[in-house]
């Protein structure tokens, strides 16, 4: 092969619970108002059909989590904690939600970092959210565990603490559109791919971060995330 014209940058990874291999990411699709509360507290009604994606860049990953510089250009900086589906095989076009689980290898525990001020800006002129979205470290993620240590989803709680106060709760059983719905959905947009992470969306809580602020993330005993921002 002949060589690259600038260095190749590495490919993100996650962890994998109990494997030595690490988990490459090739795209993070998000899923915006699966949890009925958080519309609400955002302005919004879900509308059972159409589920909102959008995308981060798959270097957007900060694996582990941990400390973190204060992210630019935003006075409004807000958590969303979400679980996160890793596909493990490719998808052969479209899959229907009774095949949609064959596609998944585990689950992993993310914040889908946003700069609310610029996604509030973007939705009043109809304008893309990417800047809100999809910037440098936006998506801390934990290790992904394996979907059969997981169990099936249903009343797993998850929860988002600041400072050690509690800002987010609920069980995914509170999700309005299910793993399999999702993944069929994305399956007629998208080519899905091994690789691909899926943010399922946000309970209500969602509030702002400041420089400093540290924050410990849940899924019962399941799974842990813990972070800081250091001042800018
Ligand atoms: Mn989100």
Redesign the pocket.
């Known amino acids: 092969m002949p060589d690259p014209i600038v260095a190749a940058p590495a490919a993100p990874t996650l962890a994998v619970r109990g494997d030595a291999r690490r988990f490459p990411v090739h795209r993070i699709y998000?899923?915006?108002r699966n949890f009925a509360e958080h519309a609400r507290e955002m302005g919004s009604e879900i509308d059972r059909g159409t589920p909102v994606f959008f995308m981060k860049p798959a270097d957007a990953v900060l694996a582990g989590g941990g400390e973190q510089p204060f992210p630019s250009a935003t006075s409004d900086l807000h958590h969303?904690v979400?679980l996160v589906v890793a596909l493990g095989r490719d998808a052969e076009g479209e899959v229907t939600a009774d095949q949609a689980m064959a596609l998944v290898l585990g689950y992993a525990l993310g914040l889908?970092l946003?700069r609310r001020d610029l996604q509030a800006k973007a939705k009043t002129k109809g304008l893309p959210w990417d800047t809100a979205?999809g910037f440098d470290r936006s998506a801390p993620i934990s290790e992904v565990i394996p979907a059969a240590q997981f169990g099936a989803l249903a009343a797993q709680r998850l929860m988002l603490s600041v400072n050690g106060s509690v800002r987010q709760q609920a069980p995914l059983s509170d999700m309005v559109w299910s793993v399999p719905e999702i993944i069929a959905e994305l399956s007629r947009l998208y080519e899905l791919r091994a690789g691909d992470l899926i943010?399922m969306?946000?309970p209500a809580g969602v509030a702002a971060l400041q420089p400093g602020d540290r924050y410990h993330a849940a899924i019962d005993e399941l799974l842990h995330l813990d972070g800081s921002f250091t001042s800018r």
């Open positions: 998000c899923v915006g969303e979400e889908d946003t979205k943010f969306g946000t």
